[in-house]
């Protein structure tokens, strides 16, 4: 069973920002108003998110850990299914394979906290005034082949550093604190998306930037992007979402690059930040483990939608 969690973990579990994402989309579902990361080493030696969500029920704590698939899996092709499918329902039970998982929680009604360090242990109880605090720490400590493939603490807390940003940027009703080996490195407060995008992509996006915002029933798309003067063709910074959830698709790149055609000259590369809203019934976003490509039911639909609304917005006047 443990050889079999630490498996599939290994395809999901990737790296520390894999594993902070995981906990960011946790805190998020339970409803948090505000995100405390901590990391250490890169988030090789710890990762801890605190929010000030919902929290977990002491009886569900030991489920939280649990592996739903698990006892599923009878053969390697079942194997190969789970780590496509990734983290459904078990991306702390796979986190917990590799690492040295602590959770710390207190639901609303509840008098205090507990705390539990072992799925098959006993929650002891805790201090904590609300919410939920995730802890983990020494990844891979059992796992050293994977341990190899990580890289300098630095670098680990780059993509940790990025994860957070493409949490934050769908979450401007969110504030974020982040941590690095004691000092704080990030500090979001709440506010209005435009703010959000300009506090993390630069203020250009408030000052010369166009708004997209166009709706056809069961498709909206919303965000920013850099007039073509404002493009200094030195770093693109370009980020799409779906239904909230950071993705990289050539489909929504394409259809936004060529609304800038014959506009933007030579190779220059235009940045945006576009918030993409689809009936998921018509986009499937399990095509990878890591969650960041996606695939349209009805991709010319999409992209002529998304094509023309920036279009449109980049031919609107300054005011
Ligand atoms: P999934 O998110 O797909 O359900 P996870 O393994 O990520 O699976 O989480 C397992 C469960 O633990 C969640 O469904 C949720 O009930 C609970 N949980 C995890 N993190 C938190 C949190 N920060 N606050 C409240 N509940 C949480
Ligand atoms: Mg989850």
Redesign the pocket.
Known sequence: DLLISQIAAGEVVERPASVLK?LL???L??GSTALRIDLEEGGVALIR?T?D????PKD?LPL?LTRHATSKIANLLDLERVATLG???????SVAAVSRLTLT?RERSAPHAWKLTDAAGEAEPAALLAG?V?EMRDLYYNTPARRKFLKAAATEAAHCLEAVKRVALSHADVAFTVTRDGREILRLARGEPKQRIADLLGAAFLTESVEVDADAGALRVTGLALRPTAVDGTKEVQYCFVNGRYVRDKLLQHALREAYRDILHGSRQPSWCVFLDIDPAAVDVNVHPAKTEVRFRDSRAVHQFVFHALRQALATPIA
């Open positions: 995981e989309e946790n805190a579902d339970a998110v929010d969500g919902g929290g977990i569900e939280a983290f459904r329902g078990e991306a702390l039970a929680s939920t995730v």
